[in-house]
């Protein structure tokens, strides 16, 4: 099933256009990793890590069975910038999966890891899924506040205390 790209206004009136990532996608997705802080990557990844070449290739070229990744891209459609991202990753069930999601420092507050994320649970839910579940930092009190105003519950996780469960039951609206 492919995901019909979403075109969103961003809080300062610019616009962006959420969409799968694209193999021909991957200069502009090393370029968007590469300019992202400590802090950010320390988010997304649990460390600050940077972006390898095999890296790049496996987020670029998904496993359409089992994963969709959008991508969140601002300005022309030659010289796309990828302002930000998220992936869900379904589990062997079929019944669950993973998301994660990610915005380049210069576009956080503009609403964009919002529409990332109901794009990914619309998603979800279109392809029969029935739970949606991610581990976040529990220092990233802003992914935590947009999980919770999207309906997810935030508890514990396998973890450790540093690290939050958030999940959604798809049976539910968000």
Not at 43 to 66: K, Q
């Amino acid at each position: 099933m492919d995901f019909a790209p979403l075109r969103m206004t961003l809080r300062d009136g610019r616009s962006a256009t959420i969409r799968e990532i694209r193999p021909d996608d991957a200069d502009a997705f090393r370029t968007a990793l590469e300019r992202l802080s400590a802090d950010t990557l320390h988010s997304r990844f649990f460390s600050s890590i940077r972006p390898t070449p095999a890296m790049i290739e496996r987020a670029v070229r998904t496993d359409a069975e089992r994963e969709r990744a959008l991508v969140a891209v601002t300005g022309e459609a030659a010289t796309p910038t990828i302002a930000g991202g998220g992936r869900c990753v379904s589990a062997e069930d079929r019944e669950s999966c993973e998301f994660a999601v990610m915005v380049a420092d210069e576009w956080r507050g503009m609403g964009l890891a919002s529409g990332i994320m109901k794009a990914l649970i619309r998603d979800a839910r279109a392809r029969g899924l029935k739970r949606m579940e991610g581990h976040v930092l529990a220092e990233n009190r802003s992914m935590l506040d947009l999980a919770r105003r999207l309906g997810f519950a935030v508890g514990a996780s396998g973890e450790g205390p540093a690290v939050k469960l958030v999940w959604l039951d798809l049976g539910s609206t968000a």
